[in-house]
């Protein structure tokens, strides 16, 4: 059936913030599916709130809405843009959720829009846990004995049935949030309490438990016309019990017969004509009884999901193009498979490699929380490697993580084999190399698999890693035999090395040596059945290598890696826009990244991808493959992220050329002692600081430079470890916490500052040439220094700040990026404490806030730094029209206002006694995502950042206020406004007596920890009675209340601030909600303004 | 673990490790795509006389077990694999595959670039070449490239009677019997005969050299004849038995090498695919349904059919339509005759291994039947 030709346009959701469970895989497949689209001649309007994305870029859709993706707001957008069409199903659960609330709220009737993709029928019938099980068993399928719940009293019943353990899931939620097992009554009442919660529909799944089970994964697509592929399977390393987007997982499936697997097909092909999925994809989970093979369905997702990513990256298969192409109306046969050219996408990729996928955990941002991996998704990232066979993908993989410890080692540990057996029962980040460790100390494959039941093929495979390390080890010289078997299974130089008691760079030159390299094999589709024609490669050691040679200049981009926190989609979508940039001004560019929710890693994206690890051997082997032939240009480290940044010293020690910033110059700006000298230079301030290596100098510092501190180790990312510090005793405090992680010491001092109070912080982004700076936007931070950027909100144009600030700013920029030698991207950051302008630090590469930037002044940054790179200059820029002549600091009058609020994991988190972890803001970053508000005044903007963000300002009701002494004064006035706009004041004693002495008439209530009748402030705000909670932390004394306090507001999805400074911003917000609903306006019409404006 | 080597007809080499038994094996190198299923491949008689490359990389992992056989024995020549399982992990496993192998003389190679050699076989088209393991590994490459030379190219090669049944055998319909089939054996495989007897037809197998008479003798329902290896020119005594049954107007069904002879019986020609299809993930449409169905497939002949979507059978059995296409090259999958009762396809509707998307066709074979009798009664 060919393209239907009544879809005139059609609206995209996009999946918002990044979340744990929703990362950027959905950037992935969005921006495939508006290109798709716009390819198709169709008109595409595109909402997404979260500004860091690929898609959100202006020029990938028609009409770009960064607006909050609430069903009032949509329906503002379908008001305006009346488009023939929704495609809810490329946007993740959020894109799903919104499309099932306009059919409920009637919307899509009233406005006759049709949801493409999937019907509502069917996203009700996967998704709703109940029907779907139903379903299933009417498949002739079977499922595990489970109950619906919609009372706590209901779940003890459904209890009694099943017995324990139990697994407790909501319906309706992504990444298995708020679900768990329920070992007794006792954490029964707990996960169903905070699962019905976090269920839109108040219903909770209580299932019969199957851990310790096998399982698997199907990824399908099926068209108008009832044909069905299945693209991909995935079998979990980690069995049942361990969330599949914590799993280590593999494919194609290993351990399946034909007569099993195809009886998972057929189940699966059952199930998406059951549920009437039939113009897209949706993923299927099994579990498998290991024993018998009896086999049970998990659950079904009607949509393109984060394993319909990973397969894509795995097959080649694109199943988000391909899912847009048949929601337009094409079938498979119809739609070409662009790898082999000549043929159809009706048919299932066959793998002649094997993948591995490995989660990234964040577990050292929650040192409260309970690091054991359960059916509630934790990890923030992952990454995926190719080998020719499971052990080598393994170990790429590992190393891939970019954590140490994260690969296998062979040093000998002081663990004991039956503490490691006991350990291993309980899934863990790492659980691997334990596993690695136990069979390395004697434990037999049975044992590993009694504690861990991991299937023995797996096993087994680690054993064998084992025994070619003794090889290894053993082996009087390490010649062409030895590492020949050790590279096959995926040793890197650095493993070598570690075994044989050498230097990396000794093992290296001895393989050069030996002239033994890695070759570079296709990712096609086909088993080499049929000629590939796009150049997405892996590396092995093999006979025969398929690089085609070509004579273009090549510019080799870094990726940024694994999403962790500090490092996410923002990194990726400066790589991608580089290689866009870099291809059209003639390069051939080349995308080394081991990330597969990523945009970079999609075969699309550049000239030749390479899906390796970041290590500085796997990128040496790539561009050793591609110096054979053309020329190449060099190296961009700078989009990619410190991970990017960290390989440049290698790089050019190996002789590779560095575009832009020299790794020199980034030493300049990275070490602590060379930056100093270039803001005396420059006569610029840094806080008092100083290095200490224990307590005692420690102290002698504070006591010089004055209380309060900053502490934090160095050579620390994201502000680990990273604290304020108030007094003498919080500081031994502070040793005695960080003293078990050994980051202090000689080699590594702790820096201590002088902590900035009641400062205001300000981020810049611009970019030097060499001759000129070029501002993207300065950045004025919504709470004060203190809190890290990446997690506080900010402004762009900034608020309070005098252009005679900002140009204080602009020029001590120009000299920092001049003093560095920047070539491309600089982002600096500044705190004016009494109007005396401090330099907190200089990132000499692309930062979190670059599209940010991009999106609210419509600079395209990326572009032009990539530019800059390779030699342009800003003039010559500015004159071919890239860049605005006039740059970010200028600001006409009536510019639109951009807030970018932060997207924070805590309801992620649990402590071991299951109670959410502490929400308060620091130094160190904790958030995942972020979202953009953006409209005509900051009011409204900062409300829609808000809404966004999921905490919407309520109209009406209850607000409660509990503030630390020293923030008592600034609380009055914004206080005094809440009540007039008629909000009801809750506040604790203290508070409560210093409101009511100026006028202000507050409810006093009894904190947790203070004894008396009626309920606590905790038990108010766990019972829903309080809509918004106003929280600064004291000292230690009341900080239990406060972390109470906090953690209940976690827990109830309330809007929470814990400075004042959010509270007195959000003032004119609160008024602005009670006005009325949010006018929409897309980027191109807010660029257009701001075109318009600056040609006045 | 010894040496081994791959050797093909024009020179080119791999060196790996013995797999299975040690010694010589020669054939046709042919590679297969299929991600599942290593033990049904080498149990399906089609693959006498081949080498097969496995392009997955890791095989054995669920080692053997009784079930999963298509026939009695093991039937490929040599057996080409990227990393061989060193345990078996399934429960149902009974066995492992490298002790299968041995038991069967299979000589394989393991540990060798089988996507190289894979692209090797796509580029220049299938090719004779030779495993040599144990002393045979120690001659020089001309020797073995010239032993290569001497074996018999598959083109113009009979080998139906070397996987034919001996003798006629019976197997009882299951439950209620609905009909008799006569199945002329050319290297069947046991999927094909469960699911003619799960829907309730008493199979009878003869072998390859059974004459029509003989195959109308038990006055069966439906004649078919079935899958195997060798060159579909060198079947002239089946082709001429099938014009014969064709003639007496009984219903016909055939599968891959059954396609194939239908094809020579109708008048068409067959002709030598330049490396063939064999996976499990062909894409076919059925322009009856105008479906795509995800099919099995090995072969390396082919029927051609050229104009028409309609043409008249050279032999004089009326008309004649492609039924059935290949997607990916549009070769001729399957052939259905609009005069006389009779329909093939050039597949695998048993599957085993592979997807159960064409399973649908054992049913049009039973309406086939039930259509004739009506025509017949009325
Ligand atoms: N009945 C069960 N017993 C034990 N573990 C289970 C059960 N059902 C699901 N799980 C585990 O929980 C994980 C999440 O369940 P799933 O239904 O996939 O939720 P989500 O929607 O979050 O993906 C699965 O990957 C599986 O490992
Ligand atoms: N001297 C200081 N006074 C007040 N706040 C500070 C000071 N130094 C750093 N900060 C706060 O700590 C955060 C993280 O510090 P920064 O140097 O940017 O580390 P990172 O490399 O993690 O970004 C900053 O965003 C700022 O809010
Ligand atoms: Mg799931
Ligand atoms: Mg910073």
Redesign the interface.
Known sequence: MPKRKDLKSVLVIGSGPIVIGQACEFDYSGTQACRVLREEGIRVILVNSNPATIMTDPDFADATYVEPITPEVIESIIAKERPDAILPTLGGQTALNAAMSLHEMGILEKYNVELIGAKIDAIKKGEDRQIFKQLVLDAGADVAKSVICSSLAQCFDAAGELGYPLMVQPSFTMGGLGSGFAHDEEELKRICGSGLQASPVGQVLLSESILGWKEYELELMRDV???C??VCSIENVDPVGVHTGDSITVA?A??????E??NL??ISIDIIRAVGVDTGGCNIQFAVD????RVVVIEMNPRVSRSSALASKATGFPIAKIAAKLAIGY???EIPNDITG???A?????????VVKVPRFAFEKFPAADATLTTTMKSVGEVMAIG???SQALQKALRSLEKKGSSFHWNKTEESVASLLEAIKIPTDGRIVQVQQALLLGASAEQVFDSTKI???FI?QIV?INEIAEDVREASSLDSDVLAIAKEHGFSDAQIAQIRGLREEEVRSLRYSLGMRPVF?TVDT??????ALTPYHYSTY???T?VVPSSRKKVVILGSGPNRIGQGVEFDYSCVHASFALSDAGFETIMINCNPETVSTDYDTSDRLYFEPLTLEDVLEVIHAESDSGELVGVVVQLGGQTALGLAKGLKAAGIPILGTSPEAIDLAEERGLFSNILDNAELLAPANGVAVNFEEATEIANRIGFPVLVRPSFVLGGRGMEIVYDQPSLADYFVRIAQFGLIGPGSPLLVDRFLDDAIEIDIDAIYDGTELYVGGVMEHIEEAGIHSGDSSCTLPPITLSSAQIERVRSATEKIAKGIGVRGLINVQFAIANDVLYVLEANPRASRTVPFVSKALGITLAKAASLVMVGKSLAELKASGDLPNVDGTYIPAGSAIAVKEAVLPFKRFATKDGRFVDSLLGPEMRSTGEVMGIDVNFPTAFAKSQAAAGSALPKSGTIFISVADRDKPQVLLPVRRLQQLGYRILATEGTAAILSRHGILAESVRKQSSVGDGPSIVDLITAGEVDVVVNTPSGSSARRDGYEIRAATTAADKPIFTTIAQLSAAIGSFERVIDGPFAVRSLQQHSKDRADALAK | MSKAILVLEDGRTFTGKSYGKEGVSLGEVVFCTGMTGYQETLTDPSYAGQIVVQTAPHIGNTGVNSTDEESAKVWVAGYVVRDASRIVSNFRSEGSLDDELSKYGVVGIRGIDTRALTRHLRDKGVMRGGVFSGPAAEKSVTELVHEISQSAPMLGRSLSSEVSTGEKFVVEAEGQTFGKIAILDLGIKDSTIQNMTARGLEVHVFPASTNASELLAISPDAVFYSNGPGDPSTASGQVDALREVLKAGVPFFGICFGNQLLGRALGFETYKLDFGHRGINQPVMDRTTGKVEVTAHNHGFAVRIDGGPEVESPKGFGRVRVSHVSLNDDVVEGIECLDIPAFSVQYHPEAAAGPHDANYLFDRLIDVIKNNRKAKNA
């Open positions: 016309n009832d044909n592929v299945v194609p290993l351990t399946l017969t034909d007569r697997y195809q097909r057929n290991p024993d018998n093979g079938t498979l046969d000549v043929t159809p009706s048919f299932e990729p066959a793998l002649d490699y094997v020719r066979n499971y299937d023995p093929w087994d064998l094999k086909c088993a080499g059945e049929f000629p093999e006979q025969e398929e």
